[in-house]
């Protein structure tokens, strides 16, 4: 059983930067690819950034945040994160922190196990 916990979100200008954060509980986490989806209103949820639990593991991006986000995690702490640069507009959606343990595709929703609550993020123009 893991449990998410998503924080960091908020009201930012265009252009400018946030970091959320994702607690996880659970002693299984260190097994789970965590990912990032983002959902806006009217649209569907979408895959944003996810990685692997080992040190090195790959790191995977929409195109839509290429070269903008970047994941990161710490085992150590139990803990996930979303650096968000050069945001725009379109950036806004509530942003979810999920984790999964099968080997399903990374950018399906119904891949994941376990997902959090949500946290909002609106960029202003």
């Known amino acids: 059983q893991v449990q998410l916990v998503e924080s960091g979100g908020g009201l930012v200008q265009t252009g400018g930067s946030l970091k959320l954060s994702c607690a996880a509980s659970?002693?299984?986490?260190?097994?789970?690819?965590m990912a990032w989806f983002r959902q806006a209103p009217g649209k569907e949820r979408e895959f944003v950034a996810g990685?692997?639990?080992?040190?090195?593991?790959?790191?995977y991006y929409a195109d839509s945040v290429k070269g903008r986000f970047t994941i990161s995690r710490d085992n150590s702490k139990n803990m996930v994160y979303l650096h968000m640069n050069s945001l725009k507009p379109e950036d806004t959606a509530v942003y979810y922190c999920?984790?999964?343990?099968?080997?399903?595709?990374?950018?399906?929703?119904?891949?994941?196990?376990?997902w959090g609550q949500g946290t909002q993020v609106t960029v202003s123009s």
């Open positions: 999920a984790a999964k343990g099968g080997t399903g595709s990374r950018d399906r929703v119904r891949e994941y196990d376990y």
């Open positions: 659970g002693r299984t986490f260190n097994s789970y690819f």
């Open positions: 990685k692997n639990w080992w040190s090195g593991a790959s790191t």
